[in-house]
């Protein structure tokens, strides 16, 4: 039985470690707003929640660049954002396995 779950546990790493992680980039909006677009290869996209939550459940982490104009302190607010989207999405059970239902 502790073979299976660690096999479960090394699947689950190959498969995290070959996943493309999803880019956003922040900038500033003319009006002083923070705006993100999704950097894909050589172009960019729309920023869109419904891609970000899908990358988030397939296990992607969200890699952040920022723009002229960020702040460090706008970075820093984005960057603790970010984390506390990836622990609700992926929460660790005591054992350190993800789980859902904590």
Not at 41 to 52: A, D, G, L, P, R
Request: net charge negative.
């Amino acid at each position: 039985m502790v073979v299976g779950h660690q096999l479960k546990k090394e699947s689950r790493s190959i498969i995290l470690k070959n996943t493309i992680n999803m880019k956003l980039k922040f900038n500033k909006t003319e009006d002083g707003d923070i705006a993100a677009v999704i950097l894909d290869n050589t172009k960019q996209e729309v920023f869109s929640y419904i891609k970000m939550i899908a990358a988030l459940l397939d296990g992607q982490p969200i890699e952040c660049e920022y723009g002229e104009g960020i702040t460090p302190e706008e970075q820093e607010q984005i960057k603790s954002l970010n984390d506390a989207i990836w622990k609700k999405v992926h929460p660790e059970g005591e054992n350190g396995e993800m789980s859902l239902f904590n």
